[in-house]
C-alpha cells in the first residue's frame, strides 16, 4: 500500500495535492506553519516542524509513509535537507518536486549573490528605494544596510516590530502580475529589486516588470541541498510514484 508524504507550500505543491486527491491517493500534505491562513489542501493536512531528522524518521515510521515528495520552496533548505536525511534512515524513497531556476534574457540587469549576505553586499551605498521580495524571513540581514528604504511584500501583516528602519509594507499573496507589478514598483519609486531564484511563474512578474522599467534584480542564488531525484511536473512525480527509481 503506497501512502505518501507531500511536504508543501509552494504552487507546485498545491497542484500535486491536486492530482493526487483526484487520483485517491493516501497522501498527508504537511505545511510548516508560517503563514496564518493556509491555503486549503484536497488532502488530509498536518501543519508545525517534526521535530528535525529523528522526529520526521518517526513520523514516517508511526504514519506508516511509503514515499516522501519534497515540493517545498527552492530556499526550505533545512526541510530538504532533513527529508533527505530522514528518509536515507528510514529507507523511504523521496523525490523533490522542483522548478527550474530563473535565468537573465535580453533586457534584464541582473547581479548575481551567492547568498542573502552576498545580495545585502551587491546594494549600492547610497540611499535607495529598495523591492526586497524575499518573504518574511532573513530581513533583519539587511539591517545592514539602514540607509534605504525597503518594500516589503508579505503574505500576513507582521506581527513584530520589523528589523528595518525605513519600510513599507504590502500585503498580498501570489500569483502576481506584471502589470500589477510594475506598478507597485512604479507607485514606490523603486530602484532596486532583491529577489530569490524561485523559478516558476508565480512570482516571475516582478523580474519582467523589472526589466520592463529598466531596474537591476540582485538575484540569490538557491542553496545546496543533499542530492535526491528531482522531478519537473506533476506527472513526473506520478509516474516517479508508481515505480521509485532509488
Ligand atoms: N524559504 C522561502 O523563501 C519560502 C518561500 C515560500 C514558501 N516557503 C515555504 O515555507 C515553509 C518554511 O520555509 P523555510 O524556509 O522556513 O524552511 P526551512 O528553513 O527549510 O525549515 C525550517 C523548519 O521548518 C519546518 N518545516 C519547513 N517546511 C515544512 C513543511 N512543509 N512541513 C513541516 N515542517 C516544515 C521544519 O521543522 P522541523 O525541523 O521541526 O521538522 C524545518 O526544519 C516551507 O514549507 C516552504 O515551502 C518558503
Not at 536515507?88 to 530563473?102: I, Q, T
Not at 513526473?236 to 515505480?243: D, G, Q
Request: a negative charge; proline letters at 7%; charged letters at 15%.
Amino acid at each position: 500500500m503506497t501512502r505518501i508524504l507531500l511536504l508543501g507550500g509552494t504552487t507546485e505543491a498545491s497542484a500535486l495535492a491536486k492530482t493526487l486527491a483526484e487520483t485517491g491517493a493516501d497522501a498527508v500534505f504537511s505545511y510548516a506553519g508560517r503563514t496564518a491562513k493556509p491555503v486549503s489542501q484536497p488532502l488530509p493536512t498536518r501543519v508545525g516542524g517534526f521535530g528535525g531528522t529523528d522526529g520526521l524518521a518517526g513520523y514516517l515510521k508511526a504514519e506508516g509513509i511509503t514515499h516522501v515528495v519534497d515540493a517545498t520552496h527552492p530556499f526550505a533548505e533545512q526541510m530538504s535537507t532533513n527529508a533527505v536525511h530522514a528518509c536515507n534512515a528510514a529507507g523511504v524513497p523521496l523525490c523533490a518536486f522542483e522548478r527550474p531556476v530563473w535565468q537573465a534574457g535580453d533586457g534584464d540587469t541582473w547581479i548575481h549573490a551567492g547568498s542573502i549576505e552576498g545580495a545585502v553586499d551587491a546594494l549600492p551605498d547610497a540611499p535607495a528605494r529598495v523591492f526586497l521580495a524575499i518573504g518574511k524571513q532573513n530581513l533583519s540581514q539587511f539591517a545592514a544596510k539602514p540607509q534605504h528604504h525597503y518594500l516589503l511584500r508579505l503574505v500576513d501583516t507582521p506581527e513584530a516590530d520589523l528589523p528595518l528602519p525605513s519600510t513599507t509594507v504590502e500585503i498580498a499573496r501570489g500569483p502576481f502580475d506584471v502589470q500589477g507589478d510594475t506598478a507597485l514598483m512604479q507607485r514606490h519609486g523603486i530602484t532596486h529589486v532583491v529577489a530569490k531564484n524561485a523559478g516558476g511563474t508565480g512570482a516571475a512578474a516582478k523580474l519582467t516588470a523589472a526589466r520592463d522599467l529598466g531596474l537591476p534584480v540582485i538575484m540569490i542564488g538557491r542553496p545546496e541541498v543533499p542530492e535526491r531525484p528531482v522531478m519537473g511536473s506533476v506527472a513526473e512525480v506520478m509516474a516517479w510514484l508508481a515505480h521509485p527509481a532509488n
